[in-house]
């Protein structure tokens, strides 16, 4: 080989060498992109659940809360005070539940998704969202209607003021009390309401991507 073809040959082998190093620094730096967003989002989806999860708990005092009241709803006033006292509050609490969409959003405008290139993963993410959205939007449709069976009763001649206890024997005694702490009891399972399935499903994926070494990226980028 030629003095000149030589030359030529190690100017060729020095720009793909150099096309390699670019493309892997810009690897890395996808990689962590990647790592930094779906992070986020695993940490927002955590707390939407954990958000969901006291939503359930809720769910569950309160029908127990009007099952007792129920039962003992012709002597209350011979029941602990501090008893109907805790019953009475959780059967006019409020448990307000807005979705955190913030990771997801920035996930979205971002070429992140691209990057990634595991349509399972994204679409577990997307119904993961999808889900907390329909929780969200269920539990606060199902706490108006709560409310406007009690709403009538909260004025100045109240005999049950909001999260309150006052006069609840009083209260439940009649038609309209009746009602109103029966339709509390007549719900659906919170189970059903509060299904984080597809919220975890989305956690669990999460944490297997992060788990690869190193993680995917669809495309090398040599420039």
């Known amino acids: 080989m030629s003095k000149f073809g030589l030359k030529c040959l190690v100017k060729f082998l020095a720009v793909i060498i150099s096309f390699l190093i670019h493309g892997m620094a810009d690897r890395a730096a996808d990689r962590k992109d990647i790592r930094y967003a779906l992070e986020m989002v695993r940490t927002e989806l955590v707390t939407n ?8 708990d809720y769910l569950v005092q309160e029908r127990k809360s009007a099952e007792y009241l129920l039962e003992h709803r012709t002597r209350l006033d011979k029941c602990p005070a501090d008893s109907v006292t805790f019953h009475s509050s959780m ?4 448990m307000p539940f ?20 595991d ?24 706490t108006e209607a709560r409310n406007t069976r009690f709403d009538p009763f909260i004025n100045e001649r109240s005999t049950l003021s ?7 024997p009083k209260f439940i005694r009649t038609g309209a009390g009746l009602y109103a702490v029966s339709w509390i009891t007549n719900q659906p399972d919170p ?15 999460i944490d297997r991507f992060l788990a690869c070494k190193p993680l995917p990226v669809r495309k090398l980028r040599l420039l």
């Not at 909001?162 to 609840?168: E, S």
């Open 98 to 117: 807005t979705m955190s969409s913030n990771a997801s959003d920035l996930l979205k405008a971002s070429s992140v998704p691209q990057m990634i290139g």
């Open 191 to 205: 189970s059903i309401i509060a299904d984080v399935t597809d919220i975890q499903d989305a956690i669990d994926g």
């Open 119 to 142: 349509d399972k993963l994204l679409m577990q993410i997307i119904r993961a969202y999808d889900t907390c959205t329909w929780i969200a939007s269920n539990h606060n449709r199902r």
């Open 162 to 168: 909001p999260g309150g206890t006052a006069d609840i």
């Open 49 to 56: 659940a954990e958000h969901i999860t006291q939503i359930h």
């Open 91 to 94: 059967i006019r609490a409020d």
